[in-house]
């Protein structure tokens, strides 16, 4: 079966108790919060409203800019996401989506022992508190000057150099499923992964940041996610669209087209037989570079 989560992004205009509302009108039990929209109406009554609705969370986004790139010192962003884990662990979340930021003035060298030094910092809280940081890679040509860890081949290797349960990886799907090497990769990939975000878009890396609804855009997202149930995931797989279209659709039509599409990959997912989840351990086959 497929967990299927919606992300706060994706409703960016409604609040928190209208968006669980129409949730639960179309069928789905998880939201991926965001944190500005979890502040707007406070962590009390955020936690409120998800208990009574029954509703769980699958990821809450984001913290990190560890390298200084928004601004931030290097301590301000460890308290910042120190307080996101916290939050988190509040609301019965189990992962937090991690962006590394950007290169920052920077050698990548030393961006990478900034990054590490954060994460091993924070994963002892992440690991008290229950909770999973998921480090989310960059594709290149999607995010210019943020893919200092190299990708998602380079975020595999810092997860790993990390060698902490508590340090994983969000991929999304909207970045790299173009990548012919991704399909192939899913099997060294699929251990450390901690959630999956989706999002169409066109076949070739752009940096317009429409992340459409699936079936709008060329990428082949229902091969992907067959791909990752065939390699063992069974985590929560998060529609995260953003864009004129989805505002032009409407909210509500949005949702329904999301129900089909889970429901369908949901229906193709019982069909298939998947692999145990193989146990984190080092690559001995590196990720194809194409992929970095």
Same mark, same amino acid.
């Given at each position: 079966?497929?967990?299927?989560?919606?992300?706060?992004?994706?409703?960016?205009?409604?609040?928190?108790?209208?968006?669980? *509302?129409?949730?639960?009108?179309?069928?789905?039990? &998880?939201?991926?919060?965001?944190?500005?929209?979890? #502040?707007?109406?406070?962590?009390?009554?955020?936690?409120?409203?998800?208990?009574?609705?029954?509703?769980?969370? #699958?990821?809450?986004?984001? &913290?990190?800019?560890?390298?200084?790139? *928004?601004?931030?010192?290097?301590?301000? #962003?460890?308290?910042?996401?120190?307080?996101?884990?916290?939050?988190? $662990?509040? @609301?019965?979340?189990?992962?937090?989506?991690?962006?590394? %930021?950007?290169? %920052?003035?920077?050698?990548? $060298?030393?961006?990478?022992?900034?990054?590490?030094?954060?994460?091993?910092?924070? %994963?002892?809280? /992440?690991?008290?508190?229950?909770?999973?940081? $998921?480090?989310?890679?960059?594709?290149?040509?999607? +995010?210019?000057?943020?893919?200092?860890?190299?990708?998602?081949?380079?975020?595999?290797? @810092?997860?790993?150099?990390?060698?902490?349960?508590?340090?994983?990886?969000?991929?999304?799907?909207?970045?790299?499923?173009?990548?012919?090497?991704?399909?192939?990769?899913?099997?060294?990939?699929?251990?450390?992964? /901690?959630?999956?975000?989706?999002?169409?878009?066109?076949?070739?890396?752009?940096?317009?940041?429409?992340?459409?609804?699936?079936? @709008?855009?060329?990428?082949?997202?229902?091969?992907?996610?067959?791909?990752?149930?065939?390699?063992?995931?069974?985590?929560?797989?998060?529609? *995260?669209?953003?864009?004129? #279209?989805?505002?032009?659709? %409407?909210?509500? +039509?949005?949702? /329904?087209?999301?129900?089909?599409? &889970?429901? =369908?990959?949901?229906?193709?997912? =019982?069909?298939?037989?998947?692999?145990?989840?193989?146990? /984190?351990?080092?690559?001995?086959?590196?990720?194809?570079?194409?992929?970095?």
């Amino acid at each position: 079966m497929l967990h299927a989560s919606i992300s706060e992004v994706t409703t960016l205009r409604w609040d928190l108790g209208k968006e669980i *509302d129409h949730l639960v009108r179309h069928g789905f039990d &998880a939201i991926a919060l965001w944190r500005t929209k979890v #502040s707007d109406i406070g962590l009390d009554e955020a936690r409120s409203l998800l208990r009574r609705s029954g509703i769980r969370v #699958s990821s809450l986004q984001w &913290a990190g800019g560890f390298t200084g790139s *928004d601004g931030r010192s290097f301590r301000e #962003s460890l308290a910042d996401a120190r307080e996101a884990i916290e939050t988190a $662990a509040h @609301l019965g979340c189990p992962t937090v989506v991690v962006h590394t %930021g950007c290169r %920052g003035g920077h050698t990548v $060298a030393h961006a990478r022992r900034i990054v590490l030094e954060a994460l091993g910092t924070l %994963g002892r809280l /992440a690991g008290r508190e229950g909770v999973t940081l $998921a480090v989310k890679p960059f594709h290149p040509t999607r +995010a210019v000057g943020c893919g200092l860890v190299g990708g998602l081949a380079g975020t595999v290797s @810092l997860v790993e150099a990390c060698d902490d349960p508590a340090v994983g990886i969000a991929l999304d799907c909207w970045q790299f499923a173009h990548e012919q090497q991704l399909l192939p990769s899913l099997p060294q990939v699929v251990p450390h992964l /901690a959630v999956v975000q989706v999002a169409d878009g066109r076949e070739r890396p752009d940096t317009d940041g429409e992340r459409l609804p699936p079936g @709008l855009g060329g990428l082949p997202l229902a091969d992907v996610v067959g791909g990752l149930i065939d390699a063992g995931y069974d985590g929560d797989v998060e529609f *995260d669209l953003v864009g004129e #279209s989805v505002e032009w659709l %409407g909210y509500d +039509a949005v949702l /329904a087209r999301l129900r089909r599409v &889970a429901d =369908a990959w949901s229906l193709e997912a =019982a069909t298939r037989r998947p692999m145990p989840r193989p146990v /984190a351990t080092r690559i001995r086959h590196p990720i194809p570079a194409a992929l970095g």
